[in-house]
């Protein structure tokens, strides 16, 4: 399978634990997005890349968030102290530069119990 | 800011019966409209954009900048095609830039 890969799919963690998730793009996509997405709701920005460089954040992104693209190529996604109300499916994408269509991962899943 | 409405959340319709999905957006710049889908168990992917005006899977959409408005249509619906349906905006001024979905309708065929 040459599409957007995430692991873990599915997180349980207690409050206050720390998670981190990843995200293997498409490999000749240099831009790579992350978003959140909760029940009833289309999916919500949360941040992008161009390859290592990470150029546009949501304020959706609290500090508690934090995500890198060290070498261009996967990227994590950070979670410290998590809270109820970050469970929800955490999504990726990515894209070639300049092109409109971003390919979509499957998603983990985080629960916050 | 933009922003994206889907005003239907479920929508039901027969087998053969015209369907449409509407949606509605606000951006004072230039946007770039896209429909995506994604059908149980299958992750989102993209079914078209406006500047394509390309028909797929028998559905089209055609961008109203008078009513800002983006609403998919077909004219006789399958039920392969019940799914979950996002309509998304992105600035045309930057490109590669976020996406913006609405709430998405999860629509239903009925044999």
């Known amino acids: 399978d040459t599409g957007v890969s995430q692991n873990p799919r599915h997180k349980i963690t207690k409050r206050g634990q720390n998670v981190t998730f990843r995200c293997d793009p498409i490999?000749?996509?240099?831009?790579l997005y992350w978003y959140r997405q909760t029940l009833g709701q289309g999916p919500e920005f949360l941040t992008y890349?161009?390859?290592?460089?990470?150029?546009?954040k949501s304020r959706l992104l609290s500090d508690r968030f934090s995500a890198e693209r060290p070498k261009g190529s996967f990227s994590t996604l950070e979670i410290q102290r998590t809270e109820q109300g970050d469970s929800a499916m955490y999504l990726c994408?990515?894209?070639?530069?300049?092109?409109?269509?971003?390919?979509f991962g499957p998603g983990t899943r985080l629960t916050v119990t | 800011a933009q922003r994206v409405t889907q005003p239907e959340k479920l929508l039901s319709v027969f087998k053969g019966a015209p369907v449409e999905l509407k949606c509605n957006y606000s951006?004072?710049?230039?946007?770039?409209l896209f429909w995506y889908v994604q059908y149980s168990r299958q992750r989102l992917q993209l079914l078209l954009r406006?500047?394509s005006r390309e028909s797929i899977k028998g559905f089209t959409a055609d961008l109203n900048k008078g009513e800002t408005s983006f609403h998919l249509k077909k004219p006789f619906a399958q039920e392969e095609d019940s799914a979950m349906y996002y309509c998304?905006?992105?600035?045309?001024?930057?490109?590669?830039?976020?996406?913006?979905f609405g709430e998405g309708t999860q629509l239903t065929v009925n044999p």
């Open positions: 994408a990515s894209s070639l530069v300049a092109h409109y269509e971003q390919y």
């Open positions: 490999s000749e996509h240099n831009r």
């Open positions: 890349f161009q390859n290592e460089a990470q150029l546009e």
């Open positions: 951006y004072s710049g230039s946007p770039e």
């Open positions: 406006h500047i």
């Open positions: 998304a905006l992105r600035r045309r001024e930057t490109s590669g830039s976020r996406l913006t």
